[in-house]
């Protein structure tokens, strides 16, 4: 959802949707509340006082330099986004442990080969 469709859904203006993105001001507790329910998401995830951007470093392009700023921001701000979520889900419920296996840049067929042997 864009920010003029948020806007738009909870009767603000683009510009203050805009100042809260930049945190140049903060929304009142009564409009968190409507933006949370325009979300379908708790209030308390849109109040984290502390999210860790992904940064280009983290994250694998295909041609980097080819791909467009926007596609390229979409795509790190969907990742920062992911592991929010994430860190949400795992705060409120109990996960089992994962056991997947970390190889250090192996070629595909020697992981592959590890993978199916687990």
Do not use: C
């Amino acid at each position: 959802m864009s920010a003029a469709e948020l806007a738009r859904r909870i009767d603000m203006t683009t510009q203050t949707v805009s100042n809260w993105e930049r945190g140049r001001q903060r929304p009142t507790e009564d409009a968190l509340n409507v933006v949370a329910d325009v979300l379908n998401v708790p209030k308390s995830f849109l109040s984290r006082t502390h999210i860790e951007a992904v940064g280009e470093e983290r994250v694998s392009f295909r041609a980097r330099t080819r791909i467009q700023a926007a596609a390229r921001d979409a795509a790190l701000a969907a990742a920062t986004l992911s592991i929010e979520l994430n860190t949400f889900i795992e705060e409120k419920f109990h996960l089992p442990r994962t056991n997947v296996p970390t190889l250090e840049r192996p070629r595909p067929e020697m992981a592959a080969e590890y993978v199916r042997a687990k």
